[in-house]
T-cell receptor, first 112, second 117 residues
Framework: LAKTTQPISMDSYEGQEVNITCSHN???????ITWYQQFPSQGPRFIIQ???TKVTNEVASLFIPADRKSSTLSLPRVSLSDTAVYYC?????????????FGTGTRLKVLA | DAMVIQNPRYQVTQFGKPVTLSCSQT?????MYWYQQKSSQAPKLLFH???????NEADTPDNFQSRRPNTSFCFLDIRSPGLGDAAMYLC????????????????FGPGTRLTVT
Protein backbone atom coordinates (compact mmCIF):
# COMPACT_ATOMS: atom_id res chain seq x y z
CA LEU A 1 0.00 0.00 0.00
CA ALA A 2 1.25 3.41 -0.96
CA LYS A 3 2.71 5.48 1.86
CA THR A 4 1.53 9.03 1.28
CA THR A 5 3.17 12.22 2.46
CA GLN A 6 2.16 15.86 2.18
CA PRO A 7 3.58 19.19 3.33
CA ILE A 8 2.44 19.90 6.86
CA SER A 9 1.16 23.40 6.21
CA MET A 10 0.84 26.17 3.64
CA ASP A 11 -0.15 29.80 3.76
CA SER A 12 -1.73 31.70 0.89
CA TYR A 13 -3.53 34.96 0.22
CA GLU A 14 -7.05 35.37 -1.02
CA GLY A 15 -7.36 35.19 -4.78
CA GLN A 16 -4.17 33.20 -5.30
CA GLU A 17 -3.86 29.76 -6.80
CA VAL A 18 -2.74 27.08 -4.35
CA ASN A 19 -1.02 23.84 -5.29
CA ILE A 20 -0.76 21.03 -2.74
CA THR A 21 1.30 17.96 -3.51
CA CYS A 22 1.02 14.40 -2.30
CA SER A 23 3.81 11.86 -2.65
CA HIS A 24 2.83 8.21 -3.06
CA ASN A 25 5.88 6.36 -4.34
CA UNK A 26 4.46 2.86 -3.87
CA UNK A 27 1.08 3.42 -5.54
CA UNK A 28 -0.48 0.23 -6.90
CA UNK A 29 -1.94 -0.30 -10.36
CA UNK A 30 -5.52 -0.33 -9.09
CA UNK A 31 -5.15 2.66 -6.77
CA UNK A 32 -7.08 5.87 -7.33
CA ILE A 33 -6.12 9.26 -5.93
CA THR A 34 -8.79 11.27 -4.16
CA TRP A 35 -8.55 14.60 -2.40
CA TYR A 36 -10.64 15.69 0.55
CA GLN A 37 -11.17 18.89 2.51
CA GLN A 38 -11.78 18.73 6.23
CA PHE A 39 -12.94 21.44 8.60
CA PRO A 40 -12.63 21.05 12.39
CA SER A 41 -15.07 18.55 13.89
CA GLN A 42 -16.48 17.58 10.49
CA GLY A 43 -16.08 14.62 8.19
CA PRO A 44 -13.87 14.92 5.10
CA ARG A 45 -15.58 16.39 2.06
CA PHE A 46 -14.83 15.11 -1.44
CA ILE A 47 -13.01 17.51 -3.76
CA ILE A 48 -11.78 15.53 -6.74
CA GLN A 49 -10.63 12.08 -7.86
CA UNK A 50 -8.34 10.86 -10.59
CA UNK A 51 -6.33 7.92 -11.87
CA UNK A 52 -3.89 9.52 -14.28
CA THR A 53 -3.24 12.71 -16.27
CA LYS A 54 -5.41 15.71 -15.43
CA VAL A 55 -8.89 15.98 -14.02
CA THR A 56 -10.82 19.20 -13.56
CA ASN A 57 -14.14 19.97 -11.94
CA GLU A 58 -15.89 23.15 -10.85
CA VAL A 59 -13.76 23.63 -7.74
CA ALA A 60 -10.31 22.15 -8.41
CA SER A 61 -7.89 20.45 -10.76
CA LEU A 62 -5.85 17.34 -10.13
CA PHE A 63 -2.57 16.70 -11.91
CA ILE A 64 -1.11 13.20 -11.95
CA PRO A 65 2.16 12.54 -13.80
CA ALA A 66 2.67 9.45 -15.93
CA ASP A 67 4.49 7.49 -13.19
CA ARG A 68 1.64 8.29 -10.73
CA LYS A 69 4.08 8.57 -7.83
CA SER A 70 2.76 11.98 -6.90
CA SER A 71 -0.27 14.15 -7.44
CA THR A 72 -1.01 17.86 -7.17
CA LEU A 73 -4.28 19.41 -6.11
CA SER A 74 -4.76 22.88 -7.57
CA LEU A 75 -7.25 25.29 -6.02
CA PRO A 76 -7.82 28.38 -8.17
CA ARG A 77 -8.38 31.75 -6.48
CA VAL A 78 -8.71 30.62 -2.87
CA SER A 79 -10.87 32.47 -0.38
CA LEU A 80 -10.83 32.67 3.42
CA SER A 81 -13.39 29.85 3.57
CA ASP A 82 -10.87 27.49 1.97
CA THR A 83 -8.86 27.48 5.20
CA ALA A 84 -8.95 23.80 6.14
CA VAL A 85 -6.91 20.61 6.18
CA TYR A 86 -6.52 18.89 2.83
CA TYR A 87 -5.89 15.17 2.55
CA CYS A 88 -5.03 12.92 -0.34
CA UNK A 89 -6.41 9.40 -0.13
CA UNK A 90 -4.75 6.66 -2.14
CA UNK A 91 -6.20 3.24 -2.65
CA UNK A 92 -8.75 1.08 -4.36
CA UNK A 93 -9.69 -2.55 -5.01
CA UNK A 94 -7.17 -5.10 -3.86
CA UNK A 95 -8.05 -8.73 -4.54
CA UNK A 96 -11.67 -8.75 -3.41
CA UNK A 97 -11.23 -6.10 -0.75
CA UNK A 98 -10.26 -2.45 -0.60
CA UNK A 99 -7.11 -0.82 0.71
CA UNK A 100 -6.88 2.88 1.49
CA UNK A 101 -4.43 5.16 3.19
CA PHE A 102 -4.76 8.85 3.86
CA GLY A 103 -1.92 11.24 3.35
CA THR A 104 -0.50 13.09 6.31
CA GLY A 105 -2.63 16.14 5.58
CA THR A 106 -1.80 19.75 4.67
CA ARG A 107 -3.14 22.57 6.78
CA LEU A 108 -3.94 25.45 4.44
CA LYS A 109 -4.36 28.90 5.89
CA VAL A 110 -5.75 31.59 3.61
CA LEU A 111 -4.94 35.13 4.63
CA ALA A 112 -6.83 38.30 3.75
CA ASP B 1 -30.69 14.32 0.13
CA ALA B 2 -28.82 11.04 0.15
CA MET B 3 -26.34 11.01 2.95
CA VAL B 4 -24.30 9.28 5.63
CA ILE B 5 -25.61 9.75 9.17
CA GLN B 6 -23.71 9.06 12.37
CA ASN B 7 -25.18 8.89 15.84
CA PRO B 8 -24.47 10.16 18.31
CA ARG B 9 -22.26 13.09 17.28
CA TYR B 10 -20.65 13.11 20.72
CA GLN B 11 -20.28 10.12 23.01
CA VAL B 12 -18.78 9.94 26.47
CA THR B 13 -17.99 6.56 27.97
CA GLN B 14 -16.11 5.29 30.97
CA PHE B 15 -12.84 3.43 30.85
CA GLY B 16 -13.63 -0.22 30.11
CA LYS B 17 -17.37 0.29 29.49
CA PRO B 18 -18.49 -1.07 26.11
CA VAL B 19 -19.74 1.49 23.64
CA THR B 20 -21.44 1.28 20.25
CA LEU B 21 -21.37 3.90 17.53
CA SER B 22 -23.83 3.77 14.67
CA CYS B 23 -23.81 4.74 11.03
CA SER B 24 -26.60 4.72 8.48
CA GLN B 25 -26.68 5.61 4.80
CA THR B 26 -29.33 6.40 2.24
CA UNK B 27 -26.96 6.04 -0.72
CA UNK B 28 -27.53 2.30 -1.09
CA UNK B 29 -23.76 1.84 -1.34
CA UNK B 30 -22.42 -1.67 -0.95
CA UNK B 31 -19.21 -0.70 0.86
CA MET B 32 -19.08 0.86 4.33
CA TYR B 33 -15.92 1.92 6.15
CA TRP B 34 -14.93 2.89 9.68
CA TYR B 35 -12.02 5.22 10.27
CA GLN B 36 -10.41 6.44 13.48
CA GLN B 37 -9.06 9.98 13.53
CA LYS B 38 -7.08 11.18 16.52
CA SER B 39 -6.41 14.83 17.18
CA SER B 40 -4.30 16.50 14.48
CA GLN B 41 -3.83 13.21 12.64
CA ALA B 42 -5.13 11.77 9.39
CA PRO B 43 -8.00 9.28 9.46
CA LYS B 44 -6.89 5.68 9.76
CA LEU B 45 -8.92 2.84 8.27
CA LEU B 46 -10.04 0.30 10.89
CA PHE B 47 -12.14 -2.04 8.72
CA HIS B 48 -14.76 -2.12 6.02
CA UNK B 49 -17.66 -4.19 4.78
CA UNK B 50 -17.98 -5.11 1.12
CA UNK B 51 -21.63 -6.12 1.14
CA UNK B 52 -21.70 -8.66 3.99
CA UNK B 53 -18.00 -9.48 3.82
CA UNK B 54 -16.00 -8.03 6.70
CA UNK B 55 -12.43 -6.89 6.01
CA ASN B 56 -10.25 -6.01 8.97
CA GLU B 57 -7.04 -3.99 8.72
CA ALA B 58 -4.09 -5.97 10.03
CA ASP B 59 -3.25 -3.47 12.77
CA THR B 60 -6.78 -2.87 14.06
CA PRO B 61 -6.93 -3.92 17.72
CA ASP B 62 -9.23 -6.81 18.68
CA ASN B 63 -10.99 -4.38 20.98
CA PHE B 64 -12.72 -2.97 17.90
CA GLN B 65 -15.52 -4.92 16.27
CA SER B 66 -18.14 -4.13 13.67
CA ARG B 67 -21.57 -5.32 12.61
CA ARG B 68 -23.55 -4.70 9.46
CA PRO B 69 -27.08 -6.08 9.85
CA ASN B 70 -28.27 -4.72 6.49
CA THR B 71 -27.16 -2.50 3.61
CA SER B 72 -28.10 0.73 5.36
CA PHE B 73 -26.62 0.28 8.82
CA CYS B 74 -23.19 -0.39 10.23
CA PHE B 75 -22.05 -0.37 13.87
CA LEU B 76 -18.69 0.07 15.54
CA ASP B 77 -18.35 -1.70 18.88
CA ILE B 78 -15.51 -0.93 21.26
CA ARG B 79 -15.52 -3.70 23.80
CA SER B 80 -13.33 -2.14 26.49
CA PRO B 81 -12.47 1.46 25.67
CA GLY B 82 -9.15 2.76 26.89
CA LEU B 83 -8.00 6.35 27.18
CA GLY B 84 -6.10 5.88 23.93
CA ASP B 85 -9.32 5.18 22.06
CA ALA B 86 -10.55 8.72 22.47
CA ALA B 87 -10.89 10.01 18.92
CA MET B 88 -13.25 11.01 16.13
CA TYR B 89 -14.76 7.97 14.45
CA LEU B 90 -15.73 8.45 10.84
CA CYS B 91 -18.06 6.30 8.78
CA UNK B 92 -17.85 6.37 5.00
CA UNK B 93 -19.51 4.61 2.09
CA UNK B 94 -18.71 3.93 -1.53
CA UNK B 95 -20.27 1.97 -4.36
CA UNK B 96 -22.13 2.09 -7.59
CA UNK B 97 -23.83 5.33 -8.46
CA UNK B 98 -27.43 5.54 -9.66
CA UNK B 99 -26.09 5.63 -13.21
CA UNK B 100 -24.58 2.21 -12.62
CA UNK B 101 -21.12 3.62 -12.99
CA UNK B 102 -18.64 2.47 -10.38
CA UNK B 103 -16.58 4.94 -8.46
CA UNK B 104 -14.22 4.72 -5.53
CA UNK B 105 -15.28 8.06 -4.14
CA UNK B 106 -16.03 7.77 -0.46
CA UNK B 107 -18.82 9.74 1.17
CA PHE B 108 -18.14 10.56 4.81
CA GLY B 109 -20.49 11.13 7.69
CA PRO B 110 -19.98 13.98 10.18
CA GLY B 111 -18.21 11.70 12.66
CA THR B 112 -18.73 10.74 16.29
CA ARG B 113 -16.32 12.23 18.80
CA LEU B 114 -15.65 9.70 21.54
CA THR B 115 -14.42 10.78 24.95
CA VAL B 116 -13.21 8.17 27.46
CA THR B 117 -13.20 9.17 31.12
Amino acid sequence: LAKTTQPISMDSYEGQEVNITCSHNNIATNDYITWYQQFPSQGPRFIIQGYKTKVTNEVASLFIPADRKSSTLSLPRVSLSDTAVYYCLVGGPDGGTYKYIFGTGTRLKVLA
Amino acid sequence: DAMVIQNPRYQVTQFGKPVTLSCSQTLNHNVMYWYQQKSSQAPKLLFHYYDKDFNNEADTPDNFQSRRPNTSFCFLDIRSPGLGDAAMYLCATSGLQLTGKGTYEQYFGPGTRLTVT
